[in-house]
């Protein structure tokens, strides 16, 4: 079994910062992408930002230049500091993960259960 105890969130007043964390466990041969999406009331789950096992990342526009992805291979965690966030940030955020049980396995697509992001005065 795998697990993703995604952890962090919380209140922020605009313009404030919180860094996200998401830690992997369990039976994990490989880790190919971790990342995080969110999802606000009333809105599809969108990619928020994605880094490969080589340290290859993507960003959401909304978040360029705002949002830092980080991940530590040797711990299966991934973090996501999150800087300048504004009310539109607020959201339950998800950890993600592709990942392989075995070096025969196929890649599944892994979840944590979310975390909330408020932002506001």
């Known amino acids: 079994q795998v697990q993703l105890v995604d952890s962090g969130g919380g209140l922020v007043q605009p313009g404030g910062s919180l860094k996200l964390s998401c830690a992997a466990s369990?039976?994990?041969?490989?880790?190919?992408?971790m990342g995080w999406y969110r999802q606000a009331p009333g809105k599809q789950r969108e990619l928020v930002a994605v880094?490969?096992?080589?340290?290859?990342?993507n960003y959401a526009d909304s978040v360029k230049g705002r949002f830092t992805i980080s991940r530590d291979n040797a711990k299966n965690t991934v973090d996501l500091q999150m800087n300048t966030l504004k009310p539109e940030d607020t959201a339950v955020y998800y950890c993600?993960?592709?990942?392989?049980?075995?070096?025969?396995?196929?890649?599944?697509?892994?979840w944590g259960r979310g975390t909330q992001v408020t932002v506001s005065s």
């Open positions: 369990g039976s994990i041969f490989s880790i190919n992408v």
């Open positions: 993600n993960a592709i990942l392989q049980t075995s070096s025969t396995s196929p890649m599944f697509n892994y």
């Open positions: 880094v490969t096992e080589d340290g290859s990342t």
